[in-house]
């Protein structure tokens, strides 16, 4: 069992910067490939970004590319999202997700085993 606990998330303005943290808990942790997905008010969730166990492959939606970055540090069980340069479209709850069976898929939400509750991020124009 795995406990994912985000923070980090608020208001910031167009083409400032925020760093999303995901703390986790249980035994599995160093073995899950760590990923954040995001839902905007009337929009399904969208994968945003996924990083390997090893921390040695990462993964970016299109929409994110060249603006965020996802990185681990398994010796303090958290992972990262810092996102620079955002967009008011980037305005959306964000959640973290582990992911038992590695990379494989890695946008399909249905496939991650465990969840955060999810933090607000507000980028105003």
């Known amino acids: 069992q795995v406990q994912l606990v985000e923070s980090g998330g608020g208001l910031v303005q167009a083409g400032g910067s925020l760093r999303l943290s995901c703390a986790a808990s249980?035994?599995?942790?160093?073995?899950?490939?760590m990923g954040w997905f995001r839902q905007a008010p009337g929009k399904g969730r969208e994968f945003v970004a996924l990083?390997?166990?090893?921390?040695?492959?990462?993964y970016y939606a299109d929409s994110v590319k060249g603006r965020f970055t996802i990185s681990r540090d398994n010796a303090k069980n958290t992972h990262y999202l810092q996102m620079n340069s955002l967009k008011p479209e980037d305005t959306a709850v964000y959640y973290c997700?582990?992911?038992?069976?590695?990379?494989?898929?890695?946008?399909?939400?249905?496939?991650?085993?465990?969840w955060g509750q999810g933090t607000q991020v507000t980028v105003s124009s």
């Open positions: 990083i390997s166990w090893s921390g040695g492959s990462t």
């Open positions: 249980g035994r599995t942790f160093g073995r899950n490939a």
């Open positions: 997700a582990a992911k038992s069976g590695g990379t494989y898929d890695y946008a399909n939400f249905r496939l991650y085993d465990y």
